[in-house]
């Protein structure tokens, strides 16, 4: 018997030393900064500062448990320009895995197209590193509207270009992005105003100032006894909205995904071994059950999370969509 412990304990000993996985972390020789910088290119209490601060805790955790190392990650916030100074300072911060960020889309890419941004060439300046929140555009028809339906007022503007109001936060945001949009794919022409900030966008609509309203999920959620009829721009519907069919389902209309997206990026130069682990950590946060219920509970609108190279595909279709509706912006006068 004494012999059979004996031939265990040395058998589970030489196991352990001939598969060190199952005795060190996955990334135990990556060496992981005490204090990581995370800057919020907007105040405290925003809708990206709370992003922050319920992902943080639980990227830290997945760090611990990649590397065996524990670190502390500290939200900075960096407010003004239109986030342009966080961004900026992100960009241009150590890429020594010190600091990461929020960065915004489609603010980014439009901020850049503005004017001469501190941070660009933006898509080469940030590395991605995941993102797992898109707030969709929810356009919606209001009660108080002359028209019926979204597809009577859509063919109105091709008629009669600017017989129809859209109210949304603006200018140069993603409900004016997701306006443009609409009209390249419908050839409707609509008058467009904007307001500062979604509340004021919301009591409008609601008082019948305006038609159309353009916002995000919390938007509608607020308004929705105000609308007749609504639609969702993603290609699937969304949970919180789950009886809001897509523009797809109910128009017909091919648009694709329109929102506010917020997702975590390092500044370019980051060492590679850094943004691996920085990458599967956020994918082990995003889909920690903790994590997706604290944000649920939050009203953080959580999508399938995109790591690496995919949240890559996200911001390059964000240029793309800047791109292709950059003279609608010239020609609105919102850009010169």
């Known amino acids: 018997m004494k012999t059979l412990y004996v031939w265990l304990v040395v058998s589970i000993c030489t196991i352990i030393l001939v598969n060190p996985a199952l005795s060190a972390p996955k990334y135990a020789d990556v060496e992981i900064p005490d204090t990581i910088r995370v800057i919020v290119s907007y105040n405290a209490g925003g809708s990206s500062d709370a992003l922050a601060r319920i992902t943080l805790p639980h990227w830290e955790k997945a760090i611990k448990e990649l590397t065996g190392k524990s670190t502390s990650a500290i939200v900075v916030n960096l407010p003004g320009a239109g986030g342009e100074v966080g961004w900026t300072s992100l960009s241009h911060a150590q890429a020594d895995g010190s600091t990461i960020g929020i960065i915004n889309l489609p603010a980014v890419p439009i901020v850049q ?10 898509l080469e300046k940030f590395t991605a590193l995941g993102v797992n929140v898109i707030d969709p555009n929810v356009v919606r028809l209001g009660k108080r509207s002359k028209f019926n339906t979204l597809a009577e007022a859509i063919e109105a503007a091709k008629k009669e270009p600017g017989s129809v109001t ?19 794919a419908t050839g409707a022409k609509f008058t467009f105003i904007p307001y500062p900030g979604g509340s004021p966008a919301n009591r409008s609509f609601m008082s019948g100032e305006v038609d159309i309203a353009i916002g995000n999920v919390f938007d ?4 929705k006894t105000s609308a007749k009829e609504a639609v969702v721009l993603l290609n699937e519907r969304y949970p919180l909205i789950e009886d809001i069919p897509t523009i797809k389902e109910l128009l017909g209309i091919e ?7 917020r997702g975590f990026a390092a500044p370019t130069g980051t060492p590679e071994a850094l943004v691996t682990v920085y990458r599967e950590a956020f994918d082990l946060a995003f889909n920690d059950e903790s994590y997706k ?7 953080i ?10 949240f890559t595909k996200v911001m390059e279709e964000n240029e793309r969509i800047t791109q292709d509706l950059l003279q609608l912006f010239i020609d609105g006068g919102f850009i010169k």
Not at 114 to 120: K, N, Q, S, T
Not at 170 to 184: F, I, K, N, R, T
Not at 255 to 261: A, K, Q, R, Y
């Open 113 to 122: 197209a503005a004017r001469e941004a501190g941070f660009e060439p933006w």
């Open 166 to 184: 859209i109210g949304a936060d603006g200018p140069l945001s993603d409900d004016h992005v997701a306006m443009y949009a609409l009209e390249q």
């Open 220 to 223: 509608h959620v607020k308004t």
């Open 255 to 261: 648009l694709g995904e329109f929102g506010s997206t």
């Open 293 to 299: 219920k604290e944000a649920v509970k939050r009203n």
């Open 301 to 310: 609108t959580i999508v399938t999370p995109r790591i690496g190279d995919d």
